[in-house]
């Protein structure tokens, strides 16, 4: 077994935590694909962007307490605060982890390298997609990464939103599913509704007769230059012309 993986889950299992509850390691519901769909909707981009900027613009500093109680800031960093990744830098670092917890109610990590004091030096944040946990009654949870167990040493798992009796956070994205999907649906289909030219500005119908596609056609482009520049518009009896507008009292 590796520091990091291990062997590979097997298909049986025993009773765990989630088929009890239905909670923890079941990622079929939600993957890449629903996080990237969740943030069309504005006001999820607008949020997780907020609070994902300022948390990565924020400071990360260590400390010494003395025995007064008085804090000291060290004077030379730990690596983790300074550069705890070799692919990515700091603020994308610490980005990456909090919207893994915004979107997802979790961030996985596995622990890359350790200082001489045995702490960690540098962490890389794991899809949480790929991540399953495997929670019983009386055991300590088991971590798998793409189907292959994770040595629980060198997970760093930091839940969001969690409830007693687990160590898995509530998935934002699946507490409110309906809401993104119905807020989805709902600016959908105003895209569409505008695309399509949305309601047309009245109806013009010839009461006498059906007309042909290239009449109706004539007849639509003359009345448009006609009433362009809201000048009168004079026809004979045959012609019915119903606006489609805002009553006046219902305007903004």
């Known amino acids: 077994m590796s520091l990091f993986f291990g062997r590979r889950r097997p298909e049986a299992r025993a009773i765990s935590y989630q088929d009890v509850w239905s909670r923890g390691g079941d990622v079929s519901s939600l993957n890449s694909s629903s996080i990237n769909t969740a ?11 907020l609070l ?3 948390f990565a613009a924020a400071p990360l500093r260590a400390y010494r307490e003395s025995a007064d109680g008085s804090k000291q800031k060290l004077p030379k960093q730990p690596n983790l605060f300074v550069r705890p990744s070799e692919s990515v830098g700091l603020f ?19 622990i890359t390298s350790l200082d001489a004091n045995g702490w960690p030096s540098a962490i890389t944040w794991l899809n949480p997609d790929k991540v399953e946990v495997v929670e019983s009654l009386r055991m300590p949870p ?3 990464y793409d189907g292959r167990e994770m040595d629980p040493r060198s997970v760093v798992h930091i ?7 687990s ?5 934002p994205l699946a507490a409110f599913k ?13 895209n569409d509704w505008f695309k399509n030219g949305a309601v047309p500005g009245g109806i013009l119908r010839n009461t006498a007769q059906t007309v042909s596609a290239e009449t109706a056609a004539v007849a639509r482009d003359r009345f448009k230059a006609a009433t362009r520049g809201r000048e009168l518009f004079v026809t004979g009896s045959d012609w019915d012309y119903n606006a ?3 009553p006046a009292d219902e305007a903004p």
């Not at 504005?42 to 997780?48: I, M, R, W």
Request: proline content about 3%.
């Open 39 to 49: 943030l069309r909707l504005a006001p999820v981009f607008s949020a997780t962007r």
């Open 52 to 54: 994902a900027d300022q």
């Open 92 to 110: 994308a670092w610490k980005y990456q982890a909090i919207t893994s917890c915004l979107l997802r109610g979790n961030t996985y990590g596995v």
């Open 142 to 144: 088991e971590y798998y």
């Open 159 to 165: 839940p969001g939103y969690v409830v007693a009796g």
């Open 167 to 171: 160590v898995v956070g509530l998935s």
């Open 178 to 190: 309906v809401n993104i999907e119905t807020g989805l649906r709902a600016q959908d289909f105003g």
């Open 244 to 246: 489609l507008s805002v």
